[in-house]
């Protein structure tokens, strides 16, 4: 069974543009969840999707914004990109909550 | 909302030495996991523990929901076992949205 796919693997934007990343879940697996990692906060959570719907949503602003399509992939958009975006985003997986979730490579962003 | 706690921060090893990693919580444990990311970054589930104790070669968990605590034990460290160990829960049941320590930095050298 394929593992959760993060594309693309790597980014480089410059401040103030705009980026898309995606998540496909393991198949099967009807809940997506964001997380951002950085050096200093860590690993945060930003949203979790099941069956298209947004079921939480983390503390960041209205900058970032995610979707959940009706095969289970997901897309997040981070709006006016800031210097301080540039993390190690990760995407997980699973069923549905209640179970052990499972994480992609990730998509290393870096702003400039 | 729910505070995970890790201890140590850091944890130098020789190889073939043991050690055990520990998670503190502020609130009830509900959808509890421990993770270990490589030095690529990769973050791997190696236990979905929220009660109870589970073995998978040379790693084991134990969670005490009672006390607010799980405890992962690695036996025989190999360099490969080298990384960041993070353990995590869910504020409330039903969801995905976990709440990450800050890790234990992990080294084993040969």
């Known amino acids: 069974k394929a593992g959760v796919t993060q594309t693309p693997r790597y980014l480089i934007k410059t401040r103030g543009q705009q980026v898309t990343l995606s998540c496909s879940p393991i198949?099967?697996?009807?809940?997506v969840s964001w997380y951002q990692q950085t050096p200093g906060q860590g690993l945060q959570f930003l949203f979790e999707y099941f069956s298209e719907t947004q079921r939480n949503k983390g503390n960041f602003p209205g900058r970032f914004s995610g979707r959940q399509f009706s095969n289970s992939r997901s897309e997040m958009n981070v709006s006016t990109l800031e210097l301080g975006d540039s993390a190690l985003y990760l995407c997980?997986?699973?069923?549905?909550?209640?179970?052990?979730?499972?994480f992609g490579d990730g998509t290393r962003l870096s702003i400039l | 909302g729910i505070q995970v706690e890790q201890s140590p921060p850091d944890l130098i090893l020789q190889e073939g030495a043991n050690s055990t990693l520990r998670c503190n919580f502020s609130d009830s444990v509900n959808n509890l996991q421990w993770f270990h990311q490589n030095p690529w970054g990769q973050l791997i589930n190696l236990f979905y523990?929220?009660?109870g104790t589970k073995q998978n070669g040379r790693l084991s968990a134990t969670t005490v929901a009672t006390e607010r605590y799980s405890l992962l034990y690695i036996s025989s460290s190999q360099t490969t076992d080298s990384g960041v160990y993070f353990c995590?829960?869910?504020?409330?049941?039903?969801?995905?949205?976990?709440?990450f320590g800050t890790g234990t930095r992990l080294q084993v050298f040969p």
């Open positions: 995590a829960d869910s504020a409330q049941l039903n969801t995905d949205k976990l709440i």
């Open positions: 198949s099967g697996h009807r809940s």
């Open positions: 997980a997986s699973s069923p549905d909550g209640n179970q052990p979730q499972h």
């Open positions: 523990i929220p009660s």
